[in-house]
């Protein structure tokens, strides 16, 4: 499998970033393996940055408003794994870039559902899951979405059967 160069271990002013090009894929290190058509996809013509905030830092919003500021990419494009809460922070640390540098970042976010479903999610809908309050109303206002969830999450149908 090809290597590609990860968030932590490549410099805000690397060459490949700031002039080679200008749409950034930044994916988690799983993608390629989980979804290589999709990630092969997403990756035509675009700066490859891996990450994963399992085995990393998950505060990758410092180091990613770094890269933005010193390299002004026209877009970045954020794809990860659905259900995985590591995967959840790398939407949210695009998202705090924006905040960070005060100005606006293009960026799309997706997640690959079950391997194969390439959707996308409006950032504000990550912004939203950060407050878990929010999230609660959501349920409680939309219960029908449990069930839903249970056809996606181990850990949710886990939890049903031992309540």
Known sequence: MKRYPGVWNTWVKTPYIRHEHK???I???CLPLVAPSIFEALSKDRAILL???EQENPTHYGKIASMVRSC?????IVATVEGSPHCFTLHASINEVE???GEKVEREH???LEGKDLLKIDPTAIRAARYLHLVDKLVKDNPSILKELSSYSLEH????SIS
């Open 110 to 112: 997706y997640v690959v």
């Open 51 to 53: 990450a994963c905030p």
């Open 23 to 25: 749409e950034w894929l």
């Open 157 to 160: 149908k886990r939890a049903s």
């Open 27 to 29: 994916a988690s290190s």
């Open 99 to 101: 905040y960070i540098l």
């Open 72 to 76: 002004q990419p026209q877009k970045i």
